[in-house]
Nanobody
Framework: QVQLVESGGGLVQAGGSLRLSCAASGRTIRNLAVGWFLQAPGKEREFVAA???????DYADSVKGRFTIARDNAKNTVYLHMNSLKPEDTAVYYC????????????????????WGQGTQVTVSS
């Protein structure tokens, strides 16, 4: 069992930055991949970024060049560095994880993720 806890959300002005954190509990497992998803009111959850514990990453087109996903394995924590924030980035952000195999890139499919955090609200004002 893996528990995930998000933090770092809040209110920020357009053009500003936030760093979201996803702390995982339990034993460290090499094949654990972690992703970030967002959900805006009335919308389905959608992929933002993901990373394998070996460091392979993937990003949604809408955040490429603005967001960076990173991990600190010693702290069992994955971060989402959010720069140049836009009002359309406003949403609840969730971290999620699954046990990966031989795939090179992490999955973009929310259905593959076994464990989910409770979410953290990001609001970007203009």
């Amino acid at each position: 069992q893996v528990q995930l806890v998000e933090s770092g959300g809040g209110l920020v002005q357009a053009g500003g930055s936030l760093r979201l954190s996803c702390a995982a509990s339990g034993r460290t497992i090499r094949n654990l991949a972690v992703g970030w998803f967002l959900q805006a009111p009335g919308k389905e959850r959608e992929f933002v970024a993901a990373i394998t514990w070996s460091g392979n990453t993937d990003y949604a087109d809408s955040v490429k060049g603005r967001f960076t996903i990173a991990r600190d394995n010693a702290k069992n924590t994955v971060y989402l560095h959010m720069n140049s924030l836009k009002p359309e980035d406003t949403a609840v952000y969730y971290c999620a994880s699954y046990f990966g195999g031989l795939e090179y890139r992490p999955s973009r499919d929310s259905a593959q993720y076994h464990y989910w955090g409770q979410g953290t609200q990001v609001t970007v004002s203009s």
